[in-house]
């Protein structure tokens, strides 16, 4: 369930390259030289228009219409709907964002398509209620994909020298806490001044083993493995199993998934929303694009 419920948001991703460089001179000024062959601008742009225009086109077309249709009806997400939204990505699906968590305009670029797929929830959600009885069906049927997997609070210091990471061992051991160790000279704490580890930009390798070791780890017990030239002193602090939440610590998003499987599909939404409000073309040649959505159309 969790990926078909974001599938939306990678369809509907990337929507502001190639607009762009469709608008640049289309003239056959020569763009590269490649030995004797020049590849000119509008060599480029057709090449661009004929194997990725209609997806581009559709994708541009249907973000304005989710937009304006999420605005009019009142149901634009909010911010806070957006952060709990990436919350939960981040959470269940991790590797969906790694790009967009390490560069800003790919994360800002993500989060607006994120917007945009709860616009078109909240837009499909309309009308569709949903019984207590239907909410604990739905939770009964489902209730393994809301899993939580095993999770652990942990204080880690990094150091870059043997010594320094046995001065944050003992540290963490004693009890110091975490400000004051974050003042000892070479010691960074993660979370503390701004210090933060990129787990991102660690080899898949290097991040099982912190993982492992975290896993395998009991609570109070202090660890250190060596990550490339840093040494991570790790303290569990606490742990919790995996685990299913009751329907109760989860209901408002089983009821919303569970009225979600009773609303009209998504491509069914935008059908709607397009022949509700079909676009006007200034080049009629790009209609066609739109034939699939558009019911009237022969096939």
Do not use: W
Not at 189 to 211: E, H, K, Q, Y
Not at 231 to 236: A, P, S
Not at 268 to 288: G, V
Request: proline residues 5%.
């Amino acid at each position: 369930m969790i990926k078909a419920k974001f599938a939306a948001i990678l369809g509907l991703a990337m929507l502001a390259v190639l607009p762009l460089a469709a608008r640049a001179d289309d003239s056959a000024t020569p763009l590269i030289t490649v030995g004797g062959e020049t590849i000119s601008r509008s060599d480029y742009l057709q090449i661009l228009e004929d194997q990725y225009g209609k997806g581009v086109l559709q994708k541009l077309v249907f973000g304005s219409l989710i937009r304006q249709a999420a605005a009019k009806a009142g149901v634009t997400p909010t911010d806070a709907d957006v952060d709990k939204r990436l919350a939960e990505v981040l959470r269940r699906e991790p590797q969906i964002v790694p790009d967009a968590q390490r560069a800003p305009e790919q994360r800002k670029q993500f989060v607006a398509n994120l917007k945009l797929d709860l616009s078109l929830e909240n837009l499909r959600l309309r009308n569709i209620s949903l019984t207590d009885d239907e909410a604990q069906q739905y939770y009964t049927a489902h209730s393994a994909e809301y899993e939580l997997p095993q999770q652990a609070k942990t204080t880690i210091v990094v150091t870059d020298s043997t010594e320094d990471s046995l001065i944050a061992e003992n540290l963490l051991k004693t009890g110091v806490s975490e400000s004051a160790i974050a003042q000892k000279p070479g010691l960074h704490v993660v979370g503390v001044d701004g210090f933060n580890v990129n787990m991102d930009a660690l080899s898949p390798a290097d991040r099982t083993r912190i993982s492992d070791l975290v896993l395998l780890a009991k609570p109070k017990e202090v660890k250190t493995v060596k990550v490339q030239n840093h040494f991570l002193t790790i303290r569990v602090i606490s742990k919790d199993a995996k685990r299913i939440p009751p329907l109760a610590e989860i209901k408002s998003d089983v009821v919303r998934a569970a009225k979600l499987a009773k609303a009209p599909s998504a491509a069914a939404m935008i059908r709607t929303l397009y022949l509700q409000n079909p676009p006007t073309f200034q080049d009629q040649k790009y209609e066609s694009d739109f034939d699939d959505v558009n019911p009237a159309v022969a096939h």
